[in-house]
């Protein structure tokens, strides 16, 4: 499995909180995602970075601010939760050297809950 | 219309069967394609890519029709561990990947 590990893994708060989530990866590989997973939506993208200092919007960012101060670690940001951002989170990496063919790999996720 | 779709299902089989699911997506310049396996409550993996000329890994086949636009995904001998949601995953991008993702077809395979 690839090395991937997202923090925390479950985490209820209450509306108005921020909210940091972290993935960590072992892989060295450039590209790092976020994404996130609602009922009779297939997984949105919500930012995503290709490379330290470097990243850019998905289609579903308002709300979400992301951080890569070092190739491992993507952090992802909401500055005040609201209940509409009760999902589960997916980080992603994958390896650009292999082009658009390079499959992406997933960490565990984190469920949130916003109250 | 969404830009990759699924039939939810969810797919009833039994033990040895072979099932069979389609993918349709709406952007001819997609690049490339996957299909991802997600348990119940748990990540998405990399069943396989899916390769203009069709490709096959163990019970698993995955055709790519570029003119009608859908890929599927064939399942032979089903066992009980397949049972599982499987995702039609397309890459529109070029260079950068931007993977847009079905809703999932769930396969439920009984004794």
């Known amino acids: 499995d690839a090395g991937i590990t997202q923090s925390p893994r479950h985490k209820v708060t209450e509306t108005g909180t921020p909210v940091t989530l972290r993935c960590h990866q072992t892989?060295?590989?450039?590209?790092m995602y976020w994404y996130r997973q609602d009922p009779g939506h297939g997984l949105r993208l919500i930012h995503y970075?290709?490379?330290?200092?470097?990243?850019d919007k998905g289609e579903v960012s308002d709300g979400y601010s992301v951080s890569r101060s070092k190739t491992e670690d993507f952090l992802l940001t909401l500055e005040s939760a609201t209940s509409s951002q009760t999902s589960v989170y997916f980080c992603?990496?994958?390896?650009?050297?292999?082009?658009?063919?390079?499959?992406?790999?997933f960490g565990d996720g984190t469920r949130l809950s916003i109250l | 219309r969404k830009e990759v779709e699924q039939d939810p299902g969810p797919f009833n089989v039994p033990e040895g069967a072979t099932v069979a699911f389609n993918c349709t997506y709406s952007?001819?310049?997609?690049?490339?394609f996957f299909w991802y396996r997600q348990d119940c409550r748990k990540e998405p993996k990399l069943l396989m890519s899916?390769?203009?000329s069709g490709n096959e890994d163990g019970r698993f086949t995955a055709q790519l029709n570029r003119a009608s636009q859908y890929i599927s995904l064939l399942i032979r001998d089903s066992k009980l561990s397949d049972s599982a949601t499987y995702l039609c995953?397309?890459?529109?991008?070029?260079?950068?990947?931007?993977?847009?993702f079905g809703t999932g077809t769930r396969l439920l395979v009984s004794p």
């Open positions: 995953v397309v890459n529109k991008g070029t260079g950068f990947q931007k993977l847009v």
């Open positions: 992603a990496i994958s390896d650009p050297d292999r082009g658009s063919e390079a499959p992406q790999h």
């Open positions: 892989e060295n590989h450039r590209y």
């Open positions: 952007n001819s310049a997609s690049q490339s």
């Open positions: 899916v390769y203009s």
């Open positions: 970075s290709y490379g330290v200092k470097d990243t």
